[in-house]
């Protein structure tokens, strides 16, 4: 029987995260009466909206560590790393984009979308070949690629990648940089101004703010040509009336992580519980990290199970109240499992993914290491696969 959804412990924070009191409360206190109005209108009620929609503005490019006038709200880092594709392959039609299969699936598809790719070694632990991107760069000089894309975390091991090198890489051979930023924006310190990047995409849900929502990131002097038409919002880089609501949320989320210390306490947080997670999943025999254990993220581990399939792992873990994620296709909507891990030589149906965020706490912990060994000795006595 499934443990009841009040006592539940959520390890998949990776997925999605739990929604902060404050942007809770911010997104509460303007579906309980506020007026509506469109942000493009010169009426009181349209500027109060616009007022509100720039103070959000200002609270994400604040945590970005840039300027407000670079940041383009859309519908979430899936639209955003869309768009930022989209505007490259527009710029400079028929070349090449460069993309490794470590990259979320919105990533790979959306370059493909666009033409031929040259695809990017990666290391055994998730890290990209900086010696191959260089020489993908310099290789055809007259058909220089349209694009970089990068993700700064890696979704499923957590892997960093080095995103300094890789946007300086780019920016001596004169090709555009897309980062990723979703699995990283909230979890460790970005200062995009510092960075250079061209173009980063990131979504709110992945660091407490709601779904729906997300920004794209845009150099400062760069020319966008819009993905989505219809309209001059976002200064006539993204059309369609804003998603205000979503924008509150995503602008109190990214205020609270803006608090002085608050993203360092939450960091060490993290580290101590992923710590606390490994040291209960390696207590098993045949159970090993995976992903570089010393360059990544502080929320996401990942651990291969030895002799038994994930997703009976995951199934028995559900049974004890404990959520968590793999790379295997069962797992979820894709038919086909993961391509960042099979990149990595590993075989993602043993893959188990654990990640925490800004409301897990030691009990989550402690739910999964008591679960954890007796759900993976029990799926080995049935046999070989623990099916």
Not at 192 to 205: E, F, I, P, R, T
Not at 231 to 238: I, L, Y
Not at 322 to 337: D, L, N, Y
């Amino acid at each position: 029987m499934q443990a009841p959804l009040n006592d539940r412990h959520y390890l998949d924070h990776a997925s999605t995260s739990l929604l902060r009191p404050e942007a809770a409360q911010a997104m509460s206190s303007w579906l309980g009466g506020r007026s509506a109005g469109d942000p493009g209108r010169v009426h009181a009620e349209g500027h109060a909206v616009r007022d509100t929609i720039e103070r959000a503005r200002e609270a994400v490019a604040l945590l970005l560590g840039t300027t407000a006038n670079r940041v383009v709200f859309t519908s979430g880092g899936t639209e955003a790393a869309n768009a930022a594709i989209f505007a490259a392959g527009q710029a400079r039609s028929g070349a090449p984009m460069i993309c490794a299969d470590i990259e979320h699936s919105c990533v790979r598809e959306a370059a493909r979308r666009h033409g031929a790719v040259l695809l990017l070694e990666v290391y055994p632990t998730g890290r990209i070949d900086l010696d191959h991107l260089q020489a993908l760069l310099g290789a055809d000089p007259a058909n220089r690629p349209a694009l970089v894309n990068c993700q700064w975390c890696n979704h499923e091991v957590g892997t960093l990648q080095p995103v300094a090198e890789v946007v300086e890489c780019c920016r001596s051979a004169g090709v555009p940089v897309h980062l990723d930023a979703a699995a990283a924006v909230g979890h460790v310190p970005v200062e995009l101004d510092a960075l250079g990047a061209d173009l980063v995409s990131l979504s709110a849900h992945k660091l407490g703010g709601p779904t729906g929502i997300g920004a794209l990131v845009v150099r400062r002097g760069l020319r966008l040509e819009p993905f989505i038409v219809g309209g001059a919002q976002e200064r006539a880089r993204r059309g369609g009336l804003e998603n205000l609501i979503g924008i509150v949320g995503f602008g109190a989320a990214a205020a609270a992580l803006g608090e002085p210390g608050r993203l360092e306490h939450e960091q060490a947080a993290a580290r101590r519980l992923t710590s606390a997670l490994v040291e209960a999943a390696t207590s098993v025999d045949d159970v090993v990290v995976l992903g570089d254990t010393f360059r990544r993220a502080p929320h996401i581990v990942n651990v291969a199970v030895g002799g038994v399939l994930a997703e009976a792992v995951l199934l028995g873990l559900d049974r004890s109240g404990v959520a968590a994620h793999s790379g295997s296709a069962c797992s979820s909507e894709s038919i086909e499992p993961s391509p960042v891990l099979a990149a990595m030589g590993v075989d993602p149906d043993r893959s188990l993914r654990l990640s925490v965020g800004w409301s897990t706490t030691e009990a989550d912990v402690k739910a999964f290491a008591a679960a954890f060994t007796p759900v993976v000795e029990q799926l080995r006595a049935l046999g070989p696969t623990g099916v």
